[in-house]
Structures are given as C-alpha cells and as structure tokens.
C-alpha cells in the first residue's frame, strides 16, 4: 500500500511553454501533499504544502505565480510550471501524507526546458 | 531554522558493514527517517523511528536515536553492491514539515 504516482515521469518543453504534473495517492486519501525540487546532486528542497481544499502554502522564495499548484482532491495534486524557462530544468518530486503518517514520495519527474 | 547534516560521502566494501550518520538541530521532532534515492529515481522510504525510541532493527538495518546529542545513524549490516544510492536523514519538525539533508553517497566496491 502507500503508492504514490506522477505523471508524466520525464518532460521536454520549449521555453515559454506551461507543464503540469500530476500527483496522485493511488491507494490512499492524502490530506496534505508536498511539492519538492531537486537539483543535480543535491538534497530536495520544498517548494510547497498543500492541503485538500485550500491554497497551497508556498515556501520562502519560490513564486507562487510561477508554481501553481492545485489540490482539487485527497489523491490529485498538480504542479503547473508556467512560462517555462531552462532554469526551472529540475527534478520535480511530490510526496504525500495520509492524515498522522509519514509521508510517501512520488517517483519524481523529471523536467528539461530547452 | 531547523537543520539535518550528514557526511556527502561514504565507501565500504561488500559484506562490510555501513554506518551512516546524520544530526539535528530541532530537538521537537517526532519522527525521524532515513530515505534511499537511486540514480534518477524518487524517494524509498528505508526506515523511520519515533523520537521515544532509542533503537529499531529491521533486518539489515538498524537505526539507532541519540536524543541528548540529536544523533541519528543508519547502520547497513552486510552492504551489498545493490544498496549503492544516496541517503538520506530527515525529521519532522511540527506542523507536517520534513527537512532533509543533504544525502550520503554510499558507494559499495565489489
């Protein structure tokens, strides 16, 4: 139990260009999901909590007109990079956390903006 | 702010055993966690252990809680050249927030 998906795993845009990633609990109801980039070699940093419901809680310095993030239900939350730029190429990880409980990672995606 | 550090590099050879160690500074964290990443892979979570525990033991590995000292090790008994990744140690800190550090490369030479 405890699976977490997202799609798509890898993405190629052109700058300029929007790309959203979907998060889902498969096998649970997630109250609380996480948004998380990654850089080469380096630890995840959070861009964002969000709960079932309500406005995303965006993480100092990480704008939140940039990174829309809608969490519409208790298994979907998604990312939505807008007007894409090289620098925003990242490993893009979410994590979920059913209600009291550790929280279960995503298997992360993976985004390139040319 | 709360912070989670750990040695970048760590290399031992197979059938060793590994000692991974990590530090803290929030001494309010309930939960603590070690997570394994492969190359272009999300997060597996390895093992966890609540702040009033001491030790837990799950198979090949056992987790050990300093509370006095905000020390937290993994240790990997009879490491294997599958368990080549980066880990990571991360605690919660309130309010559902996990801050992580910054990875240990283990590298396993056959």
């Known amino acids: 139990g405890a699976v977490v998906s997202q799609h798509p795993s890898w993405v190629i845009c052109k700058s300029g260009t929007s790309v959203k990633i979907e998060c889902r609990s498969l096998d649970f109801q997630a109250t609380t999901m996480f948004w998380y980039r990654q850089f080469p070699k380096q630890s995840l940093m959070l861009m964002a909590t969000?709960?079932?419901?309500?406005?995303?809680?965006?993480e100092q310095g990480v704008e939140k007109d940039k990174f829309l993030i809608n969490h519409a239900s208790l298994t979907l939350s998604t990312l939505t990079v807008t007007s894409a730029h090289p620098e925003d190429s990242s490993f893009y990880i979410c994590s979920a956390r059913p209600f009291a409980d550790t929280q279960y990672f995503g298997p992360g995606t993976r985004l390139t903006v040319l | 702010g709360e912070d989670v550090e750990q040695s970048l590099f760590l290399s031992v050879r197979e059938g060793d055993s590994s000692v991974i160690n990590c530090t803290y500074t929030?001494?309010?964290?309930?939960?603590l966690y070690w997570y394994k990443q492969e190359p272009g892979a999300g997060l597996q979570l390895l093992t966890y252990?609540?702040?009033?525990?001491d030790m837990k033991q799950d198979q090949r590995l056992t987790v050990l809680l300093n509370k006095k000292d905000k020390h937290l090790s993994l240790r990997i008994a009879d490491t294997q050249t599958g368990d080549s990744a980066i880990y990571f140690c991360a605690v919660d800190t309130g309010g559902f927030k996990t801050i992580f550090g910054a990875g240990t490369r283990l590298f396993v030479k056959a």
């Open positions: 969000s709960n079932e419901g309500s406005k995303a809680t965006y």
């Open positions: 252990i609540f702040s009033n525990m």
């Open positions: 929030d001494s309010s964290s309930t939960y």
